[in-house]
């Protein structure tokens, strides 16, 4: 008897399997015959890529109004301190070295903002 329960046993969980899955939406298409099939949607985490190039722009131009600000010689003196430091303060003195988009836009916002 319990042999019998052996294949409704795996349809039901195959059944409830999918029916978690399309929780997550689903996709419906029209087979051959006529029939509408409803599938799950499969599910692929996208990486915020938008978010990170926003990220990136506003650090360059947090660079380039420091650089404005503090004039060159200020700004090399600050990042040579900050590379005598400690691991992480080495690893931030890299990322704010002046490169040449942190020059251009330090020269865009000197002129538009007065010292």
Known sequence: MAQANVPFDKRLKRIVRRHDRMARGVVKTVSADGLIVARPRIYTPR????????????????????????GEAGYAERVGALSQGSVMEKAGAWVMQADPATVYLSNVISTVLPK
């Open 47 to 70: 990486f915020p890529l938008k978010g990170l190039v926003v990220l990136i722009v506003i650090g360059f131009l947090f660079k380039g109004f420091l650089l404005s600000y503090l």
